[in-house]
């Protein structure tokens, strides 16, 4: 029998990599997917590999939350490249034995400006909060578009740069099916 791999964003395993939430119906909504995806994972025998943190190795733990327009330069992009180079290989090895292995994909948090697959946070930014009258303004600006994060981006570049074809699956709750069914 084949062992089933699955490359999972950072936070799927260690929720101390996020930036801190505030809003309790949002994190119970996330945690409760999270545990449910996790415990069918184990389950079914699905061997996990942890992807690298990007915002903690760059910014840590105390960071603000930030949205892909900050995170989208060329610095976060070459570092997300540098996490993602060893990544990509183990990846590459496990394709290299597919008597032995079947590589379902990878899983990202949608959502985020750095894992979201198919949602990622977006909204103005830039400059000094300190002096700001209109912060509340600025931050109700905050948005979920349609794209993936950065770091997601960098994956998919760097998997058409390899040829490799692979299914890249968005932890959200509102869509909750699209990732359990991966690990049915």
Known sequence: MKQKILFVSNCVLNTGAKV???NKEQMEAEESLRK???????DAQIQLVQLPCPEL????SRRWGHTKSQF???FFRAHCRKLLEPVLMELEEYLSNPQRFEVLGFI???GSPSCGVDY?????SGGSM???NDLDEVIAQGRLIKEPGVLFEVISEMLAERGIDMKLTGLFA?????????VK
Do not use: C, W
């Open 20 to 22: 801190v939430m505030y």
């Open 36 to 42: 449910r995806f996790l415990h069918q994972a184990v």
């Open 57 to 60: 190795t760059l910014y840590g």
């Open 72 to 74: 989208n330069n060329p």
């Open 108 to 110: 990202g948090i949608d």
């Open 120 to 124: 990622t946070g977006e909204g103005p």
């Open 130 to 132: 300190r002096s700001r």
């Open 174 to 182: 509102p869509e909750e099916e699209k990732v359990l069914s991966l």
